[in-house]
């Protein structure tokens, strides 16, 4: 069984893509994407995020009437580091950009002025800083400031006119979600994964009050026009998220709380108000695809909205006139753009920017599949297929990040490349995914987590018994959670898998806690463990120790500058296993961190992968690592 060697990817691209060669050709299967739009607050221009020179930078250009697309600039926004996110001042001077250094987690917020270029750091010596939401005026910021060391956020107002912030909120995950039109209020998230909540502070008094009792996987809010009433995202206190009316009373304190809009069997994604404050759109989540409602905020009235191409919405805004909408949509075989719905008309939705290569009909479409786990929980998955081929394939299981991430209908690249070369797909949402509700979300918290990875041997036998995939030729992959989720069905399960694929994933969660930054440390705890509390189960559960039993081949993918899930739990799984004489594959791209962002990594990742699984489920034969 052949070793890949070490691949550090930076500085000799080109060599490296010309030594791959052949196969598939996986270049085109990367076409620049467009994300995050947001309009300027007088409607001329918009700022997007897009990966069109190779790694996600900001963008911005006049918006022109009528939908026409988007003529695009020559060059970004002068910020430094992979742009995550971005918002313009309400007084549109400043686009304030949450950045990362080759996406690792030390971010920054950086403010640039589109037209003068000059750049702000408002919180430089940071050991990171996320970005909260401006105040009305636009006067302050909301950023959270991470201190070397400390597990707890500061989620701070900074006035960008002496740079001096007030401290808000201080713990775990604290944000600053809205400032309401007077100044005089402010609302802030703080907890632990999936015990999130909502606190109302009155700026004057500094008396804070909790709006909704109970934890919460999502807590966002923002304050209607009159300031007098919050509009609340949250699924506290209930199994679906959904959108909450909360009257305030007084100075601070909360009169009433009652639902607007909320869906039995479906999760609320997103809510974006308009700028008059009496619409809001609704993205709902719906087994993974989008659905599109506008709700009328006077009368409790919904009404669809016409469809965008591709299956999932990933962001969306109103037009400054509030007759349209800027929605970021992707789907299997729409590459991420951005379209302007029309909201007085039901005509089709306009590209505003979008890739120029058009695929046609030569992507996949996915099945939604339905099984059971071992102990009859219902789940799913997207399988992916090649066109007109029947019977038992070699397949490949991709595992989500999270765990409350969810597999979607979304433009996957290397699903495509493998589809190619003859293998088939199935990317299933284990227990501990998001998008159907909170029991399911927690189904996986602490020693359940050993469910969850009998969840992937369920997914196996589902494929293999329902004369979908080659019981010799299966392979399991994934990212992140998923990456752990690899690691450890291959050590519990090593009959049932003829390759491996595990992307920065965790080995060892004693390590894992000890080295990971201390605010992912401290917000994980609910999800993992206690590292101290509960250090024998977390010894149980962590693939590392149960090394041994990996038979499969397995390439590990890491980034360098990955401080989530650090390097060393790369480097310590394949230490462990060329120590017993195995020979895994270990790519290392010294220029990305927990995510592969540049496309030219991107490529060379797809490439690697396709050639490691192809080789492994075509030509089935020694099995060791």
């Known amino acids: 069984m052949r070793e890949m060697e070490h691949v550090e990817v930076s500085g000799f691209t080109e060599r490296r893509l010309a030594r791959l060669g052949g196969g598939t050709d996986a270049p085109v299967l990367f076409p620049p994407q467009y994300s995050h739009p947001a309009p300027s607050p007088d409607g001329a221009l918009l700022a997007w995020i897009s990966d069109r020179d190779g790694r996600p930078r900001a963008y911005v250009a006049p918006l022109p009437p009528g939908g026409k697309p988007v003529e695009e600039p020559e060059l970004a926004l002068p910020v430094d580091g992979d742009v995550e996110t971005l918002s313009w001042s309400p007084d549109g ?8 250094r080759y996406g690792g987690e030390r971010t920054r917020v950086q403010l640039v002025a589109p037209e003068s270029g000059e750049v702000r750091e408002p919180a430089p010596g940071a050991a990171a800083a996320t970005l909260g939401v401006w105040s009305p005026t636009g006067r302050q910021l909301g950023v959270t400031v991470f201190a070397e060391g400390s597990g707890d956020g500061q989620a701070c107002l900074v006035d960008l006119r002496d740079g001096t912030s007030t401290v808000l909120a201080s713990g775990p995950s604290a944000r600053v979600c809205a400032v309401s039109g007077d100044g005089r209020r402010a609302v802030v998230r703080l907890g632990r994964r999936g015990a999130r909540r909502l606190e109302l502070v009155d700026l004057r008094s500094g008396r804070r009050t909790e709006l909704l009792p109970g934890g919460a996987n999502v807590a966002d809010a923002r304050f209607g026009v009159t300031g007098r009433q919050l509009y609340v995202h949250t699924d506290a206190g209930r199994e679906r998220p959904a959108l909450l009316a909360v009257t305030l009373r007084g100075s601070s304190g909360v009169s009433s709380v009652y639902t607007i809009a909320q869906r039995p069997d479906d999760d609320l994604d997103l809510v974006a108000l308009d700028p008059a404050g009496v619409r809001a759109a609704l993205a709902w989540n719906v087994d993974g695809r989008s659905e599109l409602e506008l709700l009328d905020l006077r009368s409790g009235l919904l009404e669809p909205v016409v469809p965008v191409p591709g299956d999932v919405v990933t962001g969306a805004a109103f037009s400054r006139d509030g007759t349209a909408l800027l929605v970021a949509n992707e789907g299997p075989t729409v590459p991420p753009r951005i379209s302007r719905v029309g909201l007085d008309s039901h005509d089709p939705a306009t590209p505003l920017l979008r890739a120029s290569r058009q695929f046609g009909t030569s992507l996949v479409e996915p099945t939604l599949q339905n099984f059971r786990g071992e102990d009859g929980l219902r789940l799913s998955g997207w399988l992916f297929r ?25 433009y996957q690249p290397l699903f495509q490349a493998l589809l190619a070369e003859g293998v088939a797909v199935f990317a299933p949402n284990v227990r501990g995914s998001g998008g ?12 359940r987590r050993f469910a969850a990875i009998s969840d992937v041997r369920a997914a196996v036998d589902f494929l293999v018994g329902a004369g979908l995939a080659d019981a010799a030729r299966v392979g399991v992959s994934g990212r992140s959670y998923g990456g752990y989720l ?33 605010w992912i440390a401290t917000a994980a705890t609910t999800k993992y463990g206690d590292p101290d509390d509960d250090a024998a189960l977390l010894h149980e559960l962590s693939p590392l120790q149960h090394v041994d039993h990996i038979a499969a081949p397995l390439l590990v993918v890491h980034g360098a500058h990955d401080t989530n899930v650090p390097l060393g739990q790369a480097q310590q799984v394949v230490d462990a296993l060329r120590e017993r004489g195995a020979s895994p594959g270990f790519l290392l791209f010294d220029d990305e961190g927990h995510e592969v962002r540049g496309t030219d990594n991107r490529v060379i990742f797809v490439r690697e992968v396709v050639s490691w699984v192809k080789a492994h489920l075509h030509e089935v034969g020694e099995r060791t690592a």
């Open 93 to 100: 001077l400043w686009i304030a950009c949450q950045t990362a």
């Open 386 to 410: 090649p066109g007109g081929v029947l019977g038992p394939l070699p397949t490949l299981i991709w595992l989500h990040g999270g765990p409350e991430g969810q597999e979607r209908p979304t």
């Open 486 to 518: 690899t690691l450890a069905a291959l050590a519990w399960y090593p009959d049932r898998f003829a390759v491996g694929v595990d992307v920065c994933g965790i080995s060892d969660f004693a390590s894992f806690y000890a080295r990971t930054e201390p």
């Open 436 to 447: 159907y509700g909170r029991s399911f979300t927690t189904a996986d918290d602490g020693e």
